[in-house]
């Protein structure tokens, strides 16, 4: 059974970078391509982008110039970068984990992680 | 972007009763070459994350009961639940995989009446 979890920082300053990890167990990170999707307060689902276990990303345009995603095989890890963060960053941050068999649709995620951005 | 909506924003249906939900999406996400609609159908419960119910817009998850059919092709889909339980009070919500960026469905929030 595949499991992800998130962890980093719950508050986070405006302006500053957000960072967060997410730790694959019951599985090889090598096997897919992992994203991470974030969900405001009561509100729906935000794609941020994804990862291959080789490096390669794909971000959502909305958000590009501030993300940037890595991969640490070695640890089953792969992490979460947004920049310059405001208060329209504040949301649960999940991990999740593309269907091995083809791509795009979400068979495990993590429990999520609340991070607030605030003074 | 492909934008999907989703219709009713919330619905309340009574327990054994039939619940419906749609999920339109601005553009054919049906990949003609095999047939295949790039669609799927989340159920998430309130300090939860969402879970897989359906893929390829009718193909149930495994472990997912029977009472949940996905339906549709194109632009156009329905998650219908056949007898609602108590158990499936949660927000339901569609995600189109056919082009970058996946995006979402707005959320459909399902009660007991």
């Known amino acids: 059974q595949v499991q992800l979890q998130e962890s980093g920082p719950g508050l986070v300053k405006p302006s500053e970078t957000l960072s967060l990890t997410c730790s694959v167990s019951?599985?090889?990170?090598?096997?897919?391509?992992w994203s991470w999707i974030r969900q405001p307060a009561g509100k729906g689902l935000e794609w941020i982008g994804r990862i291959y276990s080789g490096g390669s990303t794909t971000y959502n345009p909305s958000l590009k110039s501030r993300v940037i995603m890595s991969v640490d095989s070695s640890k089953n890890q792969f992490s979460l970068t947004l920049s310059s963060v405001t208060a329209a960053d504040t949301a649960v941050y999940y991990c999740?984990?593309?269907?091995?068999?083809?791509?795009?649709?979400?068979?495990?995620w993590g429990q999520g992680t609340l991070v607030s951005v605030s003074s | 972007d492909i934008v999907i909506s989703q219709s009713p924003d919330s619905l309340a249906v009574s327990l054994g009763e039939r619940a419906t939900i749609n999920c339109k999406s601005s553009?054919?996400?049906?990949?003609?070459?095999?047939?295949?609609?790039?669609l799927a159908w989340y159920q998430q419960k309130p300090g939860q994350p969402p879970k897989l119910l359906i893929y390829?817009?009718?193909i149930r998850e495994s472990g997912v009961p029977d009472r949940f059919r996905g339906s549709g092709s194109g632009t156009d889909f329905t998650l219908t639940i056949s007898s609602l339980q108590a158990e499936d009070v949660a927000v339901y919500f569609c995600?189109?995989?056919?082009?970058?960026?996946?995006?979402f469905g707005q959320g459909t929030r399902l009660e007991i009446k």
């Open positions: 995600q189109q995989y056919y082009d970058s960026p996946i995006t």
């Open positions: 999740a984990r593309e269907n091995p068999s083809s791509s795009g649709w979400y068979d495990y």
């Open positions: 390829w817009a009718s």
């Open positions: 553009q054919s996400v049906l990949y003609r070459s095999d047939n295949k609609n790039f």
């Open positions: 019951g599985g090889s990170i090598s096997t897919s391509y």
